[in-house]
């Protein structure tokens, strides 16, 4: 049971432009959701959060946009680099409990 | 701060086989986490432990089995391996319990079952 989908496997962006990463999730109980970044042969590292009284969080060039009507979130990175190419998983948790991750998007930027 | 370690970091067995697989947390972290990840499935939760208790379990068969030491290293077995045990085992260590605080993950095993 898929509760937290990303439904673009892959993404592709001129550096310098708009990253918009998607996700989408099923179970309205879902309180805090987060952004983790994978490099190649590294464990993914944690990126951006927000709960779910919030509708939006911004750290630097990253941006999480959550629509709980929706149950849409979005990560916007301004403006792209090439360091940023990476595999982006979602992930959702309720209660403090596990987390539900996506299945990932990978973002390629192009210089 | 030495990040999180998982050993080995590959692995080959044949069906049927037991693995055990490592992972030591940062140090002061008492929670670590495991996670499977498969293409296409991204990142699934195995279980979670704390002050050595197992504090939550997801969806897997009891083939899949953790447990915690009192210096918070944690180790996974998993039994009569199957050819869909195949994956990047991920574990993660916090300061304090649940994704509500920061997980650092480990940069995985890679098991191969043939």
């Known amino acids: 049971d898929q509760q937290v989908k990303q439904n673009s496997p892959s993404l592709s962006v001129q550096e310098g432009r708009i990253s918009i990463l998607n996700c989408d999730y099923t179970?309205?109980?879902?309180?805090?959701f987060l952004w983790y970044k994978k490099y190649p042969a590294e464990g993914p590292t944690f990126l951006i959060s927000?709960?779910?009284?919030?509708d939006k969080n911004e750290d630097g060039r990253f941006t999480v946009f959550l629509n709980k009507s929706a149950k849409h979130l979005s990560l916007h990175i301004v403006p792209s680099q090439p360091g940023d190419s990476a595999v982006y998983f979602c992930?959702?948790?309720?209660?403090?409990?596990?987390?539900?991750f996506g299945a990932g998007t990978r973002l390629t930027v192009k210089p | 701060k030495a990040g999180v370690t998982q050993t080995p970091r590959y692995l080959i067995k044949t069906r049927g086989q037991q693995v055990t697989l490592s992972c030591s947390p940062i140090?002061?972290?008492?929670?670590v986490s495991w996670y499977q990840q498969t293409p296409g499935q991204g990142l699934q939760f195995l279980f979670e432990?704390?002050?050595?208790?197992?504090?939550n379990k997801g969806n897997f068969p009891g083939r899949f089995s953790g447990r915690q030491f009192s210096n918070s290293r944690s180790e996974m077995n998993v039994s009569t391996l199957e050819l869909g045990d195949s994956a990047l085992y991920l574990c993660?260590?916090?300061?304090?319990?649940?994704?509500?605080?920061?997980?650092?993950f480990g940069p995985g095993t890679r098991l191969t079952v043939l």
């Open positions: 993660a260590s916090s300061s304090l319990q649940g994704p509500y605080n920061e997980q650092f």
């Open positions: 432990y704390f002050s050595e208790t197992q504090r």
């Open positions: 179970n309205s109980m879902f309180d805090y």
């Open positions: 927000i709960s779910s009284i919030k």
């Open positions: 992930a959702a948790s309720y209660n403090n409990n596990d987390m539900r």
């Open positions: 140090s002061g972290h008492r929670s």
